[in-house]
């Protein structure tokens, strides 16, 4: 009973387009004020205070910080003129740009949509200059942002491993590196798509270049100084993932030196009047993790319910109850994550979820950081994919573009993109390889 008017009032909630920290803490009230009465809500103030009180979590706000930083200092600028460089004179070029420079900011800024919000606004004009539909082009780049929670550093990876961090332990330095061969691996299946997309509309007689429209290679003095100029933002990763691996300083302390490298980087390099941009980008940055730690505290009440009231174990058992096929069972968890990353984001789905399929994992005897890995493939899908997909809503308006008509731009890219899931469900090493090599425990 308390399940059914759990979800139910969730899911009905969403369905009328209610934000989903609204619609997670409004659903995990009426539970606990129908179970036990108005005393049930002093455990909201608790739990929502608790859930956040985390020193781990204090990567979020720094990470988000760097990335916005980055961004305001030209560093995607730079990163988009320097792979235009190496690969833009080739005939499909623009889309090696397009996801090489995904995968670069992804692994500065850790988020989808500030992945999208970065590089959109040059790139997606660029790809209609080189001849690609409009929606094409903002299908391109809203799934290219995705990579974002899947390279490392990931925020949706620090949030799993709080989640799961309940259950059993899951290190973030692990996750992070778990997640580099199947980012790079999901930008390779999304190049092939586009390639084919292009194919496809050339057959057609659907793909025109402007009228004197030329593409030139760049000379070797020109990608050198590119290269010079996104040396910086090149070194961001690097500087933060050595830093990690090195044992130079924890993921949280490493999301702390990625701002004041940003910081460097815009006074003593890029020389962007960084200071004076300084209240635009603290204000930026300060929404965004905003949204991020309101949903965390509102998902955090309503994972506790789902734990305390044994809903979680018998979700599982009743998933179990199925049949005892393993593949099966993957099957149907990766269709469930894929619709429900289709309407919610992915820091609610980790605590809504996590509780409910991390026992079946450990059941199934599955490596806790194999199911963090498939699972934010599953959801990263889920931030291109119609109705709900944040990515799009984001690439739509770069690219002025409507959601009907970007969301059928996108599906060769989400159908690429589950194809590459798959792989990474039923083949492990794909994600333990790095981690195992590197000896991450």
Known sequence: MIALLLFGVFFLLVFLRVPIAISLG????????????????????????????????????????????????????????????????????????????????????????????????ILIPAMMK???????????????????????????????????????PVTINRLFMAGVIPGILVGIALIIAAMYVRW??????????????????????????????????LM???????????????????AVVAVVYGLIVGVFVNRKDTFKKMYSIFVDASLQTAVVMIIVSAASVFAYIITTEQIARDISEAIMGLTDNPIL??????????????????????????????????????????????????????LFTPPVGLNLYVAAGISKTSIMEISRGVVPFVVAAIIVL???????????????LLGVK
Do not use: C
């Open 26 to 121: 409004i659903s995990s009230i009426v539970v606990l004020v129908s179970s036990s009465g108005l005393f049930g809500l002093e455990v909201v103030t608790d739990i929502m205070y608790t859930s956040v009180a985390k020193f781990t979590l204090l990567a979020i706000p720094f990470f988000i910080l760097a990335g916005v930083i980055m961004e305001q200092v030209g560093i995607s600028k730079r990163l988009i003129d320097f792979a235009q460089t190496l690969v833009g004179h080739r005939k499909s070029g623009i889309v090696f740009v397009t996801v090489l420079v995904a995968i670069f900011f992804a692994a500065i800024s850790g988020s989808g949509p500030a992945t999208v919000a970065a590089i959109g606004g």
């Open 130 to 168: 080189n001849g690609y539909k409009k929606e094409t082009a903002g299908a391109l780049v809203a799934s290219s942002g995705a990579i974002g929670i899947i390279i490392p550093p990931s925020i949706a990876f620090i949030v799993f491993a709080v989640v799961a961090g309940d259950q059993i």
């Open 200 to 233: 496809r509309q050339e057959k057609r007689g659907e793909f025109v270049l402007p009228e004197g429209f030329v593409i030139r290679k760049a000379t070797g003095k020109e990608r050198w100084d590119a290269f010079v100029k996104a040396v910086p933002g």
């Open 236 to 254: 961001m990763p690097v500087i933060i993932l050595g830093g990690i691996y090195g044992g130079f300083f924890t993921p949280t302390e490493a």
């Open 329 to 382: 069972i993957l099957l149907l968890i990766n269709i469930l994550l894929l619709i429900a990353g289709a309407f919610i984001d992915a820091i609610s789905a980790y605590y809504i979820f996590v509780p409910i399929l991390l026992p079946i994992m450990i059941f199934l005897e599955i490596d806790p950081t194999v199911f963090g890995v498939f699972m934010t493939v599953n959801l990263a899908i889920g």
């Open 422 to 436: 798959m792989l990474v469900t039923f083949i492990p090493a794909l994600s333990t390889f790095l981690p195992d």
